[in-house]
């Protein structure tokens, strides 16, 4: 990553608007924060410096500023929200995610009470919410959980004034979502690309920062805070008849083995198989009823380390799900496991899918 050093609040912007991303404190990626970049007297050394300068840059430079990477803040860039936003949400508006069973009845409301003040203090979202002792439960955590999904990002810092109109203490967080702190510009963009396309672009990205750090642990930083919501997610899986006759093995029984091609895949979620040639479409909607079944199996098409039950509950024809419907949904290739698009998944069980 470039050198450079942050002694004034102007820095600090031009440093936040070059990165893209960058995490205000130290981390395992060396020299990726501005803690490492900051002159000594402006890193919390008694007068004005870069806790201060939060809220002017977040204002001048219209970047996000949230608890985006493991619970700790970081600024993101107009250019790369909507990609970091994409990638978290998995291409779920809020509505979507809670009406898919993936966020819970705490995390909706607070969100809708943030949604409609917003932009809004903490300390009147906590009033509004009734959070406290003798109150709801679960505000910083709730509210962390939000940012780090992309669905709620840092809008400013208030200062509070005395009587003589001069600021004092902390400044006090002010909260907003993307949709209403960027609008349509963010509105347009966050959802144009599949989510995993949105994720490999932030990775390269950061990668082309810090050439010399290990790949690797570029990618366990960038995902920490990313693991999956509770509740039920949906994936695409891949079947090729050449290796194994799925349609034969649903004939004869409702449940059978499935190699498990995702770590993140949980009993409860829900697998949608894909089988190739020469059907080319889905075929079947499935329900994972146990994962992580130890099994060693491998050949020079398949490695297989662990397996996962699936039940079946709909069988599609195979017009209905095949190739070019599924390029509707910018689904244009299913080679390894991955989400559904919701878009997808929501048409599926509307009847509305596009022919």
């Known amino acids: 990553m470039r050198d450079f050093i942050i002694r004034t609040e102007k820095d600090l912007e031009a440093a936040v608007e070059e990165c893209g991303i960058l995490p205000l404190f130290e981390n395992p990626l060396v020299g990726f924060s501005v803690e490492e970049h900051a002159a000594p007297e402006v890193w919390f050394a008694g007068g004005e410096g870069i806790w201060e300068w939060k809220g002017p840059v977040i204002r001048g430079t219209g970047c996000a500023y949230g608890k985006f990477f493991g619970n700790k803040a970081v600024f993101i860039s107009r250019k790369w929200f909507p990609d970091f936003a994409n990638w978290r949400r998995d291409g779920y508006d809020f509505d979507a995610r809670f009406d898919d069973e993936l966020a819970s009845y705490a995390d909706k409301r607070l969100y809708d009470l943030l949604d409609a003040a917003a932009p809004v203090m903490s300390d009147e979202l906590k009033k509004a919410g009734r959070y406290g002792k003798d109150g709801n439960k679960g505000f910083e955590t709730i509210l962390t959980r939000l940012q780090a999904q992309g669905y709620v ?21 002010q909260y907003s979502t993307p949709e209403k702190f960027f609008g349509k510009a963010f509105t347009d963009a966050v959802y144009r690309r599949q989510p995993e396309a949105s994720f490999a672009r932030i990775l390269a990205h950061v990668q082309s920062l810090l050439p010399d750090e290990d790949p690797q642990e570029v990618e366990r930083y960038l995902t ?21 006759d ?3 093995a649903f004939a004869e029984n409702e449940v059978i083995h499935w190699k498990q091609g995702n770590d993140n895949i949980r009993p409860g979620d829900h697998v949608f198989l894909y089988v190739g040639a020469p059907y080319s479409a889905i075929l079947y909607h499935c329900e994972v009823t146990e994962t992580d079944i130890p099994y060693t199996g491998h050949n020079e098409h398949v490695n297989i380390t662990k397996l996962m039950m699936i039940k079946r509950l709909q069988v599609f024809d195979p017009a209905y799900l095949n190739r070019p419907v599924l390029k509707n ?14 878009r997808l998944v929501r048409d599926i069980r509307d009847g509305r899918v596009k022919q």
Do not use: C, Q
């Not at 840092?154 to 003589?164: A, C, E, L, M, N």
């Not at 949904?329 to 919701?342: E, F, G, K, L, Q």
């Open 153 to 173: 990002v840092t809008s400013d810092f208030i200062y509070r004034k005395d009587r003589f109109g001069h600021p004092y203490g902390w400044g006090v967080a």
């Open 224 to 244: 920490r805070g990313a693991g999956r919501p509770e509740g039920r997610r949906d994936w695409l899986v891949p079947s090729n008849p050449k290796y194994f």
């Open 246 to 248: 799925v349609v034969k």
């Open 329 to 342: 949904y910018d689904v244009t290739a299913v080679r390894s496991t991955r989400s559904m698009p919701a």
